[in-house]
């Protein structure tokens, strides 16, 4: 099933919602003959030139784009993704609360759950909300390329557009939570200071250093236990939903080879080599691979510690690979881009390295908002 772009023709949303309709069919069971569903869909939208998805099917087609989506290796469990339909909401303070309480949902008190919150669809009336916002949880990046960044370099535009927006802005500290931005219908983007209650933190140590002294407890690393995109958008059977933020839990492959190693984000290979007492003079020392395996070391002993959920590479790879023999079975091809799945360390080491994929992208899916970059950026905020 192709995916189709916003602002399409009736005819064209009719082809997608048959095609939507008849899967939602196929795989749930009891659900009945189609044609009676279908008659009701095709009246629907000759009538209003738009469909409403029963609570059903919002859910498998919440589902179903999990499943269809080819950069995540956390797809296993795409059939217990938790949905909360809160499609009445539009208007950007209602969407914001829901956020945060999809944040304290989600989070579950360390036992992550992956979960949806799918707010008012694209109509031909008006196009839906936006959350501006990547993520629900983003650090605040301070300073620009003149200078140092305290922070999350990635997070710097758009923390600076906060500022000049009026954000009083955080303590400074590397890991200031940013307000949430969000755009209902018919309005202009407004911002939301994140309740600290709706976000969990986890402080990074090292398994060797923890009460040793060796002083990763004094450097003040943490990371959030949720990664909730906010910014892409749900297509189900030719249905828009631009604002609809989902969450699993973090592999610590994320954090620990990425959010705080890359270069352009927290940076932090060559603070971690000299504390490791590496020889960093030299790339041949492997001293960047031994810190970042050192460092992801920490990510995962600290979330163990805290109780919070997160998977290591090598698992996750292991559960991809029986997500795609159970897929197989079922007679389902599995799309997925090899460049996104193979963990950023190690990738040899684990078996989803060893083999291809079919990159083909189908519907229902998670798809990016042209422009999103940029509004995550917050360009032209003010
Ligand atoms: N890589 C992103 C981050 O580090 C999150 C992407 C989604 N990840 C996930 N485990 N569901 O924040």
């Not at 999809?102 to 694209?122: K, M, S, Y």
């Not at 236990?225 to 030719?238: D, Q, R, T």
Request: aromatic share 8%.
């Amino acid at each position: 099933m192709e995916i189709l772009q916003r602002r399409s023709t009736t005819a064209q949303v009719w082809g997608a919602a048959e095609e939507f309709i008849r899967l939602f069919h196929r795989e749930t069971p009891g659900s009945g003959d189609p044609r009676t569903r279908l008659a009701a869909v095709r009246a629907e939208l000759a009538e209003s030139g738009t469909y409403r998805h029963t609570p059903q099917e919002l859910v498998h087609g919440a589902r179903v784009a999990w499943r269809n989506s080819n950069r995540c290796i956390g797809r296993l469990y795409w059939n217990s993704l938790r949905v909360r339909d809160r499609r009445g909401l539009t208007d950007s303070d209602a969407i914001a609360a829901e956020c945060f309480e999809h944040l304290r949902e989600a989070t579950n008190g360390g036992r992550v759950r992956p979960t949806i919150t799918v707010f008012a669809p694209d109509t031909p009336q008006s196009p839906g909300p936006l959350i501006w916002s990547e993520q629900l949880v983003r650090y605040a990046g301070y300073g620009d390329h003149h200078s140092v960044t305290v922070g999350d370099a990635r997070n710097a535009p758009l923390t600076e557009a906060l500022l000049r927006l009026g954000w009083s802005g955080g303590a400074g500290t590397p890991f200031d939570l940013l307000p949430l931005v969000v755009q209902g219908v018919d309005d202009k983007p407004r911002w939301f200071d994140t309740p600290a209650d709706a976000v969990l933190e986890v402080p990074i140590r090292h398994p060797d250093g923890d009460g040793g002294g060796d002083g990763w407890a004094d450097w003040g690393l943490r990371w959030h236990a949720v990664p909730a995109i906010a910014n892409m958008c749900l297509e189900i059977g030719g249905i828009h939903y631009p604002a609809a933020p989902f969450n699993g839990w973090y592999m610590g492959t994320e954090i620990g080879a990425r959010n705080l190693a890359d270069a352009d984000r927290y940076n932090l290979l060559p603070a971690v080599g000299r504390r490791l007492g590496l020889d960093t003079s030299s790339d041949r020392s492997l001293w960047k691979d031994r810190a970042l395996v050192e460092l992801n070391r920490a990510v995962l002993h600290s979330f163990d510690r805290a109780e919070v959920t997160i998977a290591d590479h090598h698992t996750e790879s292991r559960r991809f690979l029986t997500h795609l023999e159970r897929e197989e079975r079922r007679g389902r091809d599995v799309g997925a881009d090899w460049s996104w799945i193979v963990p950023p360390i190690s990738g040899s080491a684990t078996p989803v390295f060893h083999r291809t994929y079919e990159d083909r992208q189908v519907s229902p899916a998670y798809v990016h908002h042209p422009g999103a970059q940029d509004r995550a950026q917050g360009r032209d905020l003010v």
